[in-house]
């Protein structure tokens, strides 16, 4: 196990499932006490944190839910109680609109994907920031998408919900620059989870995700660890100087 981020800790929103579970692993496994958030698959979360453990790191799965503020700020006060800190926030914890067009849209859907994508770790944020701005160093993370800047169609939800967290995100880099907080994006394009596979079964009628590899950058569709190395190196020591940045994890697709 790698030692880079040793003493430091982490809590990642979505952290038991797909990107966030490859955050949480190489952050742990790089050093730091992770805090891994769950909704609904405790049985994963906790799984995971469990594997974790046998390897020597150190994860607790906490049940938080991004769109209620009182849930993310107990699990920031989990966070601060067990590891005694927080100075690593990464908000990955996401769900997918319904692909319907803006004319079909509800707003009961519009409200929902906002709340999770913007509003929520809005909040999260604002819940860490104290504990943030008392660290020597100490970081954000959004994990958006490159809906931010495709826009496609039939996806207006959330290519918002991208858009406005990427908003947040640069606002925050320049606020909180002067307490020595980085905050920067990864945005993501087709990735290897669940989420991934309903997407390309819905849009593409493939029925196996691996069958676009061929046609894929580099001969094949990116990987959760993929997203998850680059998120690590903005955390540690290589992206002591990095912030206000967006990179785009999508082969160079777009």
Avoid at 29 to 54: F, H, I, N, P
Avoid at 128 to 155: E, K
Avoid at 183 to 209: F, K
Wanted: charged share 25%.
């Amino acid at each position: 196990m790698a030692d880079e981020l040793q003493g430091r800790v982490a809590l990642v929103t979505g952290g038991g499932r797909g990107i966030g579970a490859a955050i949480s692993t190489e952050l742990a496994l790089s050093g730091a006490s992770v805090v891994l958030t769950y909704r609904r698959d405790r049985e994963a979360a906790e799984a995971l944190a469990d594997k974790l453990a046998g390897e020597g790191a150190t994860a607790l799965a906490v049940e938080a839910h991004v769109d209620d503020p009182a849930s993310s700020e107990r699990a920031v006060a989990t966070a601060v109680e067990q590891f005694g800190g927080l100075d690593t926030v990464v908000s990955n914890a996401g769900v997918a609109s319904r692909g319907n067009a803006v004319a079909d849209t509800t707003v009961d859907e519009l409200s929902w994907v906002l709340q999770v994508h913007a509003i929520g770790p809005h909040q999260l944020v604002r819940a860490a920031l104290p504990h943030l701005r008392r660290a020597d160093r100490s970081d954000v993370v959004f994990v958006s998408s490159i809906a931010a800047h495709t826009f496609h169609a039939y996806g207006a939800p959330y290519n918002m919900g991208k858009a406005a967290v990427e908003a947040l995100a640069h606002t925050l880099a320049q606020e909180e620059r002067r307490h020595g907080v980085h905050v920067n994006i990864v945005a993501p394009g087709l990735t290897d989870t669940d989420m991934g596979r309903r997407l390309v079964r819905a849009t593409r009628s493939v029925e196996d995700i691996r069958e676009l590899d061929e046609g894929s950058p580099f001969g094949r569709v990116c990987a959760p660890e993929d997203i998850a190395r680059v998120v690590r190196f903005l955390v540690g020591p290589e992206g002591a100087y990095v912030n206000d940045q967006r990179i785009v994890v999508d082969g160079g697709t777009f």
